[in-house]
């Protein structure tokens, strides 16, 4: 089995693996790319975390999912958040670009999280997600500028869905007047109780001493 990158454990009761692989553990390859996989490590089952909704043609040949990070998962390993080329992941993904979902292994769903406030799909690329412990919101890098009304520049920019919520806000702005950087922000890293979100950006922010890459905080809560 052709596993991308090594395990991460999430918490909770059971304790789970959450790894990428080509191919189901034990099985012939079924397609092109990494899929998710999420081990019980009690009972040793796995259980795919990025399904094909059955009903739903594939438009196009990737399917490949990307790779892992420790803040992929929240707390409790119910919700997972990946971002993959599928586009038979969820009904209506027709951008041809990669987009960032969520899986409740509880439920068995997918969620698409790459969505603009009033439910419109992304039109390029979004990839990079973080989930907070509590498994309500989610950040991830985004190419495009139809995500909001703020988003006048063409870099790459951080955003957070929130999933209780239902809105997708831009959180690279500057803390002065809530422009967008001047540059690219991404590496986004949501806090465990999703109040706020770190973040990476070569862009002008206003901040005094701050040249060249530099990490910057957003209180989600203060905006």
């Not at 080329?85 to 990669?98: E, F, M, R, S």
Request: include cysteine; charge should be negative.
């Amino acid at each position: 089995m052709d596993t991308g990158g090594k395990p991460l454990l999430t918490g909770g009761n059971p304790v789970r693996a959450l790894f990428a692989a080509a191919d189901a553990p034990g099985a012939a390859p079924d397609n092109a790319g990494y899929d998710i996989y999420v081990r019980d490590l009690s009972s040793d089952a796995a259980e795919l975390a990025s399904p094909a909704i059955p009903t739903l043609p594939a438009l196009g040949p990737n399917r490949g999912s990307g790779p892992l990070k420790p803040d992929n998962f929240s707390v409790d390993g119910r919700y997972v958040a990946f971002w993959s080329w599928a586009d038979d992941l969820v009904p209506g993904d027709t951008n041809g670009c990669p987009d960032v979902f969520v899986r409740d292994m509880l439920a068995g769903t997918n969620i698409l999280v790459s969505i603009n406030t009033n439910g419109a799909p992304a039109r390029r690329a979004a990839y990079e997600p973080s989930i907070s412990g509590n498994g309500r919101r989610v950040a991830f890098t985004y190419k495009g500028n139809d995500m909001s009304e703020l988003d006048a520049n063409d870099f790459r920019d951080v955003y957070v869905r929130d999933l209780d919520e239902g809105t997708t806000s831009l959180v690279s702005l500057t803390a002065q007047g809530g422009t967008p950087a001047t540059a690219n922000s991404e590496n986004s890293l949501m806090a465990g109780d999703g109040k706020g979100v770190l973040f990476r950006s070569t862009g002008a922010f206003g901040y005094f001493g701050a040249t060249g890459a530099a990490a910057y905080h957003r209180d989600l809560e203060m905006g």
